[in-house]
């Protein structure tokens, strides 16, 4: 195995989630490395470079440049589809924020062109590739919870709070499936595999709201909403497995996520898709319920794992796991629960995916005695 070149990456997006990413992409790992940065903001984009030690520059400039061959896209989502299109078009590989796109179609579209411009695409949440989740999966595959029968899954939120600060949550892409389900959906389709339908129930808990943060100039504006801020769905899975889901985006501003699989021999809690190391229980019958060690690593903020799993894939001529399929399949699932609530029927989804294998387990943080937790994401 010989050692990587690291994928020149520009970072397109300079906004609150990008320190986590360029913390990463700027020293963690072998496989990829942030060279650049981009923001319709200019100064923003000036100051991340400064503080990174990157070059600011204009996206197509980006885009222009032959030493970047990765685009790491971490704009709101209302110009994902306009930014990984480009970056498509011009031959560079993306890893995408959360979610592909906004619009289904769309979506469609930038799985079709990355196919057609022979490169990767790549879409978070890629925390499914952490320690909580892997080592969910790997009770789930060693069947220490028995057949998986179904699954649980609530999340809440407080969007009049979380919208005052980030406006794009009340746009559309930006809804409370879209943003923060998206991380649950993604780590039940990883651990459980494609869903066939789903059935659901949304409301506009209140369409009227008004600015309550005085140290901004937005304060006292009136904001009428349209997206839905409480989705209820059943959704069923080709394995069998059936999942209730609630997300609740009027509700407490601090979060108390749930998501339960349930098994014939066994209940496993997976702890927050969100949370890299979120603890991991087992309930086994007629006993206590215990902590399950962790399997694997990437047990802290590790935001970009994706974009250097996918670098090692490529590197190495394999599928990478964040992959698009995935991603579109989880894309359809959530508006397949929005086209259920407005018509009233169940949605039945037209697109499918084959599960990515689990990352090899025991590499750990830190590996003073042997390989490093990246280690994992170089295997074949």
């Known amino acids: ?8 990456a520009g970072i397109i997006g300079c906004g609150a989630i990008s320190d986590a990413y360029l913390n990463n992409l700027t020293g963690r790992f072998s496989s990829v490395r942030a060279v650049a940065c981009a923001d319709r903001h200019e100064k923003r984009a000036r100051d991340k470079a400064e503080r990174y030690g ?3 520059m204009a996206y197509q400039s980006m885009l222009d440049d032959p030493d970047i061959a990765m685009i790491v896209n971490l704009t709101p989502p209302a110009e994902h589809y306009d ?4 970056a498509l078009e011009h031959g560079k590989h993306v890893f995408s924020e959360k979610m592909i796109a906004v619009d ?3 979506g469609r579209e930038l799985m079709r062109s990355a196919d057609a411009h022979g490169v990767r695409l790549g879409v978070t949440p890629d925390t499914f590739l952490c320690g ?3 080592t969910s999966r790997y009770v789930v595959d060693h069947g220490l919870i028995g057949d998986v029968t179904s699954a649980n ?6 969007l009049a709070i979380y919208g ?3 406006p794009f949550l009340e746009q559309p ?3 409370m499936p879209f943003d923060y389900g998206c991380y649950h959906m993604t780590a039940l389709a990883y651990l459980l595999g494609p869903a066939v339908r789903v059935s659901a129930f949304s409301r506009v808990h209140a369409p009227s709201r008004m600015r309550m943060c005085t140290d901004r100039d937005t304060f006292g504006e009136t904001v009428m909403l349209t997206e839905s801020d409480v989705v209820t769905a059943t959704v069923e899975y080709a394995s069998g497995a059936l999942a209730t889901i609630q997300f609740n985006g009027a509700s407490n501003v601090d979060e108390h996520p749930i998501m339960d699989v349930y098994g014939t021999r066994g209940i496993l809690h997976t702890g927050d898709p969100n949370v890299a190391g979120a603890p991991v229980r087992l309930r086994k019958p007629l006993q206590e319920e215990i902590a399950f060690p962790f399997t694997h690593g990437f047990l802290n903020e590790s935001r970009g794992v994706g974009a250097a799993e996918m670098a090692w894939a490529i590197a190495r001529h394999r599928p990478h796991r964040a992959g698009k399929e995935m991603a579109f399949h989880v894309f359809e699932l959530i508006h397949g629960m929005i086209i259920s609530a407005r018509t009233g029927e169940p949605y039945r989804l037209s697109s499918t995916f084959v599960r990515s294998a689990a990352l090899p387990e025991g590499y750990l943080p830190n590996g003073a005695w042997g390989p490093t937790e990246e280690s994992a994401l170089a295997a074949e």
Do not use: C, W, Y
Not at 1 to 8: A, F, G, L, Q
Not at 153 to 158: K, P, S, T
């Open 1 to 8: 195995m010989s050692k990587i070149t690291p994928v020149h």
């Open 54 to 56: 990157l070059r600011s």
């Open 83 to 86: 930014v990984t299109r480009a």
């Open 104 to 106: 289904l179609e769309q």
């Open 132 to 134: 909580g989740i892997q």
């Open 153 to 158: 899954v609530a999340v809440n939120r407080n």
């Open 164 to 166: 005052d600060i980030m």
């Open 173 to 175: 892409g930006g809804g």
